[in-house]
């Protein structure tokens, strides 16, 4: 890893910190070569603080420390990727990150669906009008949405003996979804099997 301090007249480069686990940018400092080689010796982020006019050590006085897991820079050489492992809030006010978000593990889109459901059944808790199948999934029940996962699964097997790739993603698709589903009825999140996964790799 070659920075190229010199690239600005103030020799800093901007160090963008990410959660190593998340994936979600927590802060934006800047760093020069010593605030570098100190981060480097004691795995904890440190920067040059503009407005102090010195090395700065996030955590300093919190004790919220960024423990450093990896340094890469860009393909230009002037900017930093610093990923880390948040020991508390990351923000001076307190909060998971400067940009006022939690930083929870999200999957994408796979994300958005789980929030789409969770809607679902909040409308199915309710007792509220909808035409929503998920809706009323919910309301019929665990056994009810178990056996649509059944079901799901078994169109997988047969498809994926066959030579229909379209047929086999659709009933792929078919059976993630009412997984998914599945997994809030009993008080779940895709995150907690992903934890279990975690757990078993080690």
């Known amino acids: 890893m070659k920075p190229n301090f010199s690239k600005n007249s103030d020799g800093l480069l901007p160090a963008v910190i990410q959660d190593a686990e998340t994936k979600n940018v927590l802060m934006l400092g800047y760093m020069n070569e010593e605030a570098l080689a100190q981060t480097l010796a004691t795995q904890k982020v440190t920067f040059f603080s503009r407005s102090k006019n010195r090395l700065w050590t996030k955590g300093e006085e919190s004790g919220n420390f960024l423990q450093l897991i990896s340094i890469a820079e860009d393909c230009d050489q002037d900017t930093l990727l610093v990923q880390v492992k948040p020991l508390g ?114």
Do not use: M
Not at 103 to 127: D, M, P, V, W
């Open 89 to 202: 809030p990351t923000c001076h006010t307190g909060l998971d990150t400067c940009w006022q978000k939690a930083n929870n593990q999200e999957y994408g889109f796979l994300t958005h669906l789980e929030e789409t459901i969770t809607n679902r059944k909040k409308l199915a808790e309710s007792n509220a009008e909808t035409n929503s199948y998920v809706t009323s999934l919910f309301r019929k029940g665990i056994n009810k949405i178990a056996q649509k996962v059944g079901e799901e699964a078994v169109e997988v097997v047969i498809e994926a003996k066959d030579s229909n790739d379209d047929l086999f993603l659709n009933e792929s698709a078919d059976l993630l979804f009412h997984y998914l589903i599945l997994l809030q009825a009993k008080n779940y999140k895709l995150n907690d099997v992903v934890n279990v996964l975690k757990e078993r790799e080690k």
